[in-house]
């Protein structure tokens, strides 16, 4: 089971954005990757294609690693390592620092 979800407030604990803050945009499973926009930015340069689309030298956000990023507890505030717990056959996250469902 997915650890991350979309939609969850992370925080990036390694690299070169090291403790800035964003929420999950998009999570690639095969990967074990998630997409963070204004994170993890790099340059790519665009050729002209029509007067929509001018070209130039564009920023854009890669997916960081799982393992680059940190869950904040929605309770507690604070980057914490997720874990699961069973009530009545239904599998819930919950933070390992506060034991509060996530």
Do not use: W
């Not at 939609?7 to 390694?14: A, K, L, P, R, S």
């Not at 960081?64 to 980057?79: E, R």
Request: aromatic share 6%; glycine share 8%; with cysteine.
């Amino acid at each position: 089971m997915m650890k991350l979800k979309k939609g969850d407030e992370v925080i990036v604990t390694m690299g070169k954005d090291k403790g800035k803050k964003g929420k999950v945009e998009k999570i690639y499973a095969q990967r074990e990757t998630a997409l963070i926009p204004g994170l993890n930015l790099y340059k790519r340069h665009l050729k002209k294609r029509d007067e929509k689309n001018p070209g130039g030298i564009v920023d854009f956000p890669r997916p960081l690693a799982f393992a680059k990023v940190a869950l904040i507890c929605s309770k507690c505030g604070k980057p914490t390592r997720i874990g699961f717990k069973f009530d009545n056959k239904i599998k819930k996250r919950i933070c390992r620092k506060c034991q509060a469902v996530i």
